[in-house]
Structure formats: structure tokens, C-alpha cells
């Protein structure tokens, strides 16, 4: 089965690639374990070096990265250039702190002379979605590599343009031949990588119905895995909030990407003294929202990625309405080639409707009436997700007391929630488990050995 590059905007293909076979596969997986020891011997200070030219290699080519990104993912260039910028923030960020987030760390263990050092893998399979096509493989690549495992990537199936860039970006950093490699295989394949014992650990991004199977394989040969999946965020707001910054903030992280992206407001939990007014503001905001040529800047939301995606979406909005929610704005296709969705909003969803029991990935922001603040946190948590939430009022205090209550990875207070090198990442319940980012996810795929000596 080919790999088919299409642009969402119209329709038009830019490229097909042929899959590989299993004679291509496996001089792939042989290659990655050649390399594995040398790799690892290479001095820290060497790595660090690698990987900052990595840095360098986005940065110089980012226009070419980004028009590459928006022809083959769809998103608005805007966001594909402030997406290759975030990972070369993230290659610079641990090629800075890897040294300390690897270091020996000494362990009090009476006369014993005890320690904890941290050790690589080996090769480290990553499963990748389309939605952030560089920022997603660049924030476990970048780790993974400076930690000195080596990396397969599998990316989704519409970016293959994109995963055979960011191969060319490694390469052309000067890494090893082997040390990052792209896979281009189909879904199919996937399971036998993971089970090859040239392989040593496996991370996936993507929906839940993969994350089980991915993790079902690791289990089944004992490999360590990390999964993050889908979410359905809450962003509450509570009497006391800043309305206006709160409805900005909104309309920021639901329709950025064109709505696109695990940790997108979802549902936006409202007590009832702000009903009105938020929805009032919200409506203007996203009338506002101008759908255009992602290649503009002036643009104001980009195509979703695929058609059959933007199909599948309008049929949950379809089947909500039916179910009793009401459509205030859009939530209608938009005419025309390509995979076009209205910026839309739907109002009184509750539960029973699939835009309440489902993640909505796509510019559609659910309204949820809450009777009171503990009305509101427990619509928050109630939800098989559990990957970010937020929460927006002018008591810091009570915010915070709010968040500690949101059950997800990530709760933030008066900010939108978002992935940050600094920051540790990952989800509970069903949107997954482990984390990436920051300390945690340089040591995700190493040894943590103990070493005693007497």
C-alpha cells in the first residue's frame, strides 16, 4: 500500500511513496543495532554537539520546512514556522541540560558506596501522528538521541514528506548513518518492529485504538512503551474570571491547528453567572475567524488534515444535534475542495451526546453548563480522558485548589495548556501513560542501574 502526500487545502497530490518490504525493513532494524554501541560511547559533549546542529539545520531551513508542513499536513505556514522553532528549542534544551539530567545520582545506603546511573536502551521505535508532524517526533527524538539510544521513526501515513525531512535534518546534522532512521511502512508493520529484538522500547502519540494495540504488542515482549493519546480538555471558567482574556485564550487553544490537537480546549465548562457574557464574547471571536489559503499569512484557520477526518468530525456534530445539543455557530463542511470545516460552536452539551462522551478533534468548541464551582470540577473529571485541563478566575488561590482537582497530567491556571521542553508531559486514564519533556523524558527509555560498591 502506498503513501499518499495530499494537500487538504485541495486536494491535490503532491507525491506517493512506495512502502518498503521486509527485506528493506530488516536492513533497517540491522542497521540501528550496529550502530547502538558506538553511539552510546560517543562523549556527551559530542551528542550535545550533534544535536545543537540540528538545532541549526531547522532554523536555517525553516521556511522549507514549514511550506512543506502546510502543503502536506494543512495547517496555516504561521503555525508550521512556530512549530520547526519549537523543535530546535527542544534539541537546544536537552543538548544543554542532558549532562546534569543524566548524572550519577548518590544514594544514602549506610557504609555502601551507592549510586544510580542511567544507561541507554538501545533503538526506540516511535509511532507518530500528523497533527504536529515535526514537534511531535522532534520532543522524543531529540531526548532519546542525547541520551545515546538510537531511533526508528513510523510516521503517520500523510506525512511521509515530513518524516523523510526530518530524517534529512539528522543526516544532514551529521549523525551517524543509522542513528535516526524513517521507516516507511503501513500501519501493518508496526507490530512486528516492535517485537524484533533489535528493538528496545517503543513510544506511540496518536488515538486510543492504536495506543491499546501498540501496548498490547510491547506487553506481549516485555518492551517499555509510552503512550499518549487522545484528550478532551476542560476549560473552566469560574465567576470571578477575566472574561476577555479567558475567551482569547479560548479561542486560541480550540481553534489553533484547526482545532487539531490533544491538548485543545474542548469543552469549555461554564458556572452561570458567566454564561452569557462568555458566549456573547465567543461568538464575536470566532465570527471573526476567517477560513483561507493556509499559505496566506493572513489567514485565520487552516483545512483539517483529511477529508475523511473532517467527515467523521461533522458526523459526531450531526449526531450530537440529534442527541439535544444546539448549534450556535458553523458546524457545517464548508463548500469547496478539500477538508474545510466552520469554526463552530455548539452549546448544552451534556451527557449521552457524543460530543460529550467523545473527543472532538476539530475546530468545534462544546459548551457545558455547570450549576456551581463542584458542579464544574466534576463535569471536568468526568471523562474517560485525562490528559490537560484548565481553569480561569482572579483568585490564584482558589485556581490552584481548583487544579489539584482536575484529574489529567497537566492542570494550568489563567494560561492555555501546552507542551513545553521545560515542562514534564503525559496523560492518565485513557489519554495514556509515561511522560516526555523535560527530566522525565530523557530517562523514559533508560537503564535506571544501580551500582553499589564496597
Not at 511522560?435 to 553499589?452: D, Q, S
Amino acid at each position: 500500500m502506498p503513501l499518499s502526500s495530499v494537500n487538504p487545502a485541495n486536494g491535490s497530490v503532491l507525491h506517493v511513496f512506495e512502502t518498503w518490504d521486509r527485506p528493506r525493513i530488516d536492513k533497517a532494524l540491522s542497521q540501528a543495532a550496529r550502530i547502538v554501541p558506538e553511539w552510546r560511547e560517543i562523549p556527551l559533549d559530542q551528542r550535545a554537539g550533534l544535536v545543537r546542529q540540528a538545532a541549526h539545520v531547522l532554523r536555517h531551513r525553516r521556511d522549507h520546512f514549514a511550506v512543506m508542513m502546510t502543503q502536506e499536513m494543512g495547517k496555516l505556514v504561521t503555525e508550521s514556522r512556530a512549530e520547526v522553532d519549537r523543535c530546535a528549542l527542544v534539541c537546544d534544551y536537552y543538548a544543554d541540560h542532558a549532562a546534569e539530567f543524566l548524572a550519577d545520582e548518590p544514594m544514602a545506603a549506610g557504609e555502601l558506596d551507592a549510586r544510580v546511573v542511567f544507561q541507554p536502551l538501545g533503538t526506540i521505535l516511535g509511532v507518530m501522528p500528523w497533527n504536529f508532524p515535526f514537534w511531535q517526533v522532534f520532543r522524543f527524538a531529540a531526548p532519546a538521541l542525547m541520551a545515546g539510544n538510537t531511533v526508528l521513526l513510523k510516521h503517520a501515513s500523510n506525512v511521509p514528506r515530513c518524516a523523510l525531512a526530518i530524517e534529512e535534518v539528522f543526516r544532514d546534522a551529521g549523525f551517524p548513518a543509522g542513528a535516526f532512521q524513517t521507516l516507511m511502512i503501513t500501519s501493518d508493520e508496526v507490530g512486528r518492529v516492535i517485537e524484533d529484538r533489535r528493538v528496545h522500547g517503543v513510544t506511540l502519540t496518536g488515538s486510543e485504538a492504536a495506543g491499546r494495540a501498540v501496548a498490547a504488542v510491547a506487553g506481549g515482549v516485555l518492551k517499555p512503551c509510552v503512550l499518549e493519546l487522545g484528550g478532551s480538555d476542560p476549560f473552566v471558567v469560574l465567576e470571578d474570571a477575566d472574561l476577555d482574556r479567558a475567551v482569547e485564550q479560548a479561542v486560541v487553544s480550540r481553534y489553533r491547528n484547526a482545532g487539531q490537537s490533544c491538548i485543545a480546549a474542548k469543552r469549555f465548562i461554564l458556572v452561570p453567572q458567566v454564561v452569557d457574557g462568555f458566549l456573547s464574547r465567543l461568538k464575536d471571536a470566532v465570527a471573526a475567524i476567517r477560513p483561507g489559503d493556509p499559505m496566506k499569512e493572513d489567514s485565520g484557520i487552516a483545512p483539517m488534515a483529511r477529508t475523511d477526518l473532517r467527515d467523521e468530525l461533522h458526523q459526531q456534530v450531526r449526531d450530537s444535534i440529534a442527541e439535544g445539543a444546539i448549534p450556535v455557530m458553523g458546524c457545517e463542511p464548508l463548500p469547496g475542495k478539500g477538508a474545510w470545516y466552520a469554526p463552530s460552536i455548539l452549546d448544552r452539551v451534556v451527557p449521552g451526546t457524543r460530543a460529550y462522551d467523545e473527543e472532538i478533534f476539530g475546530p468545534v468548541a462544546c459548551i457545558l453548563r455547570a450549576e456551581d464551582e463542584d458542579d464544574a470540577l466534576r463535569l471536568a473529571n468526568d471523562t474517560r480522558f485525562g490528559l490537560g485541563g484548565s481553569v480561569w478566575t482572579r483568585d490564584v488561590a482558589r485556581g490552584e485548589a481548583f487544579a489539584r482537582g482536575l484529574a489529567c497530567g497537566s492542570a494550568f491556571v489563567n494560561a492555555m495548556v501546552k507542551s513545553d521542553p521545560r515542562l514534564p508531559f503525559g496523560g492518565i486514564k485513557d489519554s495514556g501513560f509515561g511522560r516526555e519533556l523535560a527530566r522525565p523524558g530523557i530517562r523514559t527509555f533508560m537503564n535506571a542501574k544501580t551500582l553499589v560498591i564496597r
